[in-house]
């Protein structure tokens, strides 16, 4: 089986030849729509720590 990896914004050595940082998709899903996802993604992350309750340590029975 062949993976191939085209991350949405250029790495260093970007096998396509893009700038760092440049989109895979400029039209489509530019700057905008992956700043926009890279906040939203964020605010998911606080939401869950947020929400997270700490458990009571349990003894285990041996």
Do not use: C, H
């Amino acid at each position: 089986m062949v993976s191939i990896y085209f991350p949405l914004e250029a790495e260093e050595n970007d096998i396509l030849g893009r700038e760092l940082g440049e989109p895979l998709w400029p039209e489509r899903y530019g700057n905008t729509f992956i700043n926009e996802e890279r906040r939203n993604v964020e605010v998911k992350e606080k939401k869950v720590q947020e929400e997270k309750k700490p458990q009571k340590k349990r003894k285990l029975n041996k």
